[in-house]
């Protein structure tokens, strides 16, 4: 089975995110004033081979821990999506 | 002679300026290739400067995984002296040789500019040539310098004197005294036994008097003299 697995990676909770807070003033300024605690991120999208979806997201949140997401830094989130045979 | 290697990534800079700044300090300097396996008998090696991969993922995130960086990790836990340089920096947290992170800088510009940076540590092969505490003028170029760790990593940084470098910033300047939002103003590290330092400015841009300064000069002159600091292996 192939899955096809998404990855969030936002900033660490309780770290400066500049970035984050610059959208959010750029979002005030075109007034949306309702927006509040933005954060910018990066998505990571990619098939993963495994016979299970928990093993296609254990293999991914050991790349995760390995590569992807810097644990310093970074915070992670797996979502696996319904698998295609073959 | 002081034998160093400077190691080359795609994307790297001022491996040039790193070489000049080893040889005129009396060392002698050659370049090795990230995907080599060996370090060809060096006494000690530099990381240098850039862009390695593009900063694609992390700066210095796939760096961590070229084939010399076993060498490395060996030639570092035999004592050896490392020293990474900005990208280096960067390349040497991402492979935990030394703690912390560098991300975006807080204003979220890149920064060329010279910068105050107070000499903190200098039992390290890098900095032994300085005085304890002196402040030297030497220049950042990076767009990922805000040096970020756990509060508890950093206080263990603190009690055990692995704060080599601090920004200070000067009276009677512009210069910021913390230009990229660095926690507790770190400018560089070193790991437990000093022998592998980082820094985010770069010495082998200003280590010659015709540029006007040599203030990081002595960072070469260290090294090249440091036989007889290198920690016991």
């Not at chain 2, 034998?3 to 300090?25: K, L």
């Not at chain 2, 540029?211 to 002159?221: E, T």
């Amino acid at each position: 089975m192939t899955w096809r697995v998404h990855v969030r990676i936002l900033p660490r909770a309780g770290l400066l995110d500049p970035q984050g807070q610059a959208v959010e003033h750029a979002l005030a300024a075109l007034r949306f004033p309702e927006a509040s605690n933005v954060h910018v991120g990066k998505a990571i999208a990619l098939d993963v081979a495994a016979p299970s979806a928990a093993e296609a997201e254990a293999r991914v949140r050991t790349m995760c821990d390995r590569l992807l997401a810097n644990p310093v830094t970074e915070d992670f989130e797996i979502a696996v999506e319904a698998g295609n045979a073959g | 002679m002081m034998r160093v290697a400077v190691v080359r990534f795609p994307g790297s800079n001022c491996e040039p300026e790193a070489c000049r700044a080893i040889e005129r300090a009396g060392g002698e300097a050659f370049y090795v290739w990230h995907r080599d396996s060996s370090l060809q008998g060096a006494e000690a090696v530099l990381l240098p400067g850039g862009f390695s991969y593009g900063d694609y993922l992390r700066s210095g995130a796939i760096a961590r995984f070229s084939p010399i960086m076993d060498a490395i990790r060996q030639h570092a836990a035999a004592g050896g002296p490392v020293l990474g340089i900005c990208n280096g920096f960067q390349i040497l947290c991402e492979a935990g040789l030394l703690p912390g992170a560098l991300v975006r800088n807080a204003a979220l510009k890149y920064l060329s500019r010279p910068v105050d940076v107070r000499i903190e540590r200098t039992d390290t092969p890098f900095t032994s040539a300085y005085a304890a505490d002196e402040l030297i003028r030497i220049p950042i170029g990076h767009g990922d310098g805000r040096y970020v760790a756990s509060e508890a990593v950093l206080d263990e940084l603190e009690r055990n004197r692995r704060v080599v470098l601090r920004y200070a910033g000067s009276p009677g300047t512009d210069f910021p005294a913390n230009p990229n939002g660095s926690l507790r103003d770190i400018a560089g590290v070193c790991s437990a036994e000093g022998n592998v330092v980082g820094m985010m400015p770069h010495p082998e841009r200003l280590a010659d008097p015709v540029l006007g300064s040599d203030a990081g000069h002595r960072v070469f002159v260290s090294l090249v003299s440091s036989g007889s600091l290198t920690p016991d292996s």
